[in-house]
């Protein structure tokens, strides 16, 4: 078990969020609400914790870069204190980035009844399993040393989620991280801030 607390934080809403496409570790920018989201989010965590006490790491991808800089700004720290790992990016859907999701439902409902309806080890065509993706964000939390803040994406905040808190694959998958609000992980508990 972990010892150290970590605040999880989804980026901010994205205009593929909103046009419901699937972004994976493509990128796509912020809107207004996205914006507003983020700021929230760096308020409430400076309320929350002692801001020099922890580290802070986000994926390298725009949006969660862009939202970790609002959420310093907000908690009146300086936006670039923090360091990225490409371990936190979103799950690789290869082929089908930016594709609407609908579309990738429908196609991975297929996908999934040729290869034996295992949603947890089908690939992608071109990028990774859920198992895979998984495997990459444990090492990440196998690195942790203090209270650490994370801003990443969905997908890493489920696998993040689900290794700390011994979840089963489809309590895994269940779970919808919201683009506001924190998850904070501590002991095997979780509490929810800023909702």
């Known amino acids: 078990m972990i010892e150290h607390r970590l605040f999880l934080i989804r980026h901010g809403q994205t205009e593929d969020n909103l046009a419901e496409r699937l972004t994976g570790q493509g990128d796509s920018s912020l809107t207004a ?3 507003e989201q983020a700021q929230a989010n760096g308020r409430t965590l400076a309320q929350l914790i002692d801001l020099t006490a922890c580290d802070f790491v986000a994926s390298p991808l725009g949006r969660a870069i862009q939202t970790m800089e609002i959420v310093r700004r907000a908690a009146d720290i300086h936006p670039t204190g923090y360091r990225t790992d490409d371990r936190l990016m979103e799950c ?17 409902k297929a996908l999934r009844a040729r290869q034996g309806n295992d949603a947890w ?8 399993s859920r198992a895979e993706f998984f495997e990459r964000v444990r090492g990440f939390l196998e690195t942790l ?24 694959n489809d309590d895994i998958l269940a779970f919808a991280p919201p683009n506001a609000g924190i998850i904070e992980i501590s002991r095997g508990r979780e509490r929810m801030h800023g909702q």
């Open 121 to 128: 080890h089908t690939a992608w065509p071109g990028g990774e």
């Open 145 to 168: 040393t203090r209270d650490t803040v994370v801003v990443s994406h969905g997908g890493t905040v489920r696998m993040i989620r689900g290794a700390l808190l011994k979840l089963s």
């Open 92 to 108: 690789n859907f290869g082929a089908w980035h930016g594709k609407p999701w609908r579309d990738s439902k429908t196609y991975w």
């Open 33 to 35: 609400l996205g914006l």
